[in-house]
């Protein structure tokens, strides 16, 4: 069993900021890339930033210089350090984790999501 639990997510206005975190927790044995996605009312779903298990990061044009994403191996914790928001910023955020079991098998898990809501 693999769970994957977000926090941080809450209302902000706009231009402040807010850092979100995702932990892994069960019968883990690595974690390869992590990223974290949103969805708006009415939009697909996007990937907002990705980082994979050697630290490469990749971002949304949207948020590029605003958002960071960063990892603790050691915790099986993602983060997104999410500054200067926008209003466009609004969403339902998720992270997202392939994650290697005992088995040796990698399976995509994700997490059950946390609102961020940005105030004009």
């Not at 979100?20 to 992590?34: F, R």
């Not at 466009?88 to 990698?106: K, L, M, Q, W």
Request: aromatic share 8%; hydrophobic share 30%.
């Amino acid at each position: 069993q693999v769970q994957l639990v977000e926090s941080g997510g809450g209302l902000v206005q706009a231009g402040g900021s807010l850092r979100l975190s995702c932990v892994a927790s069960g019968s883990i044995l690595s974690i390869n890339t992590m990223g974290w996605y949103r969805q708006a009312p009415g939009e697909q779903r996007e990937l907002v930033a990705g980082i994979t298990g050697d630290g490469g990061r990749n971002y949304a044009d949207s948020v590029k210089g605003r958002f960071t994403i960063s990892r603790d191996n050691a915790k099986n914790t993602v983060y997104l350090q999410m500054n200067s928001l926008k209003p466009e910023d609004t969403g339902f955020y998720r992270c997202n984790a392939a994650i290697v079991r005992p088995s040796a098998h990698e399976y995509s898990y994700w997490g059950q999501g946390t609102q961020v809501t940005v105030s004009s």
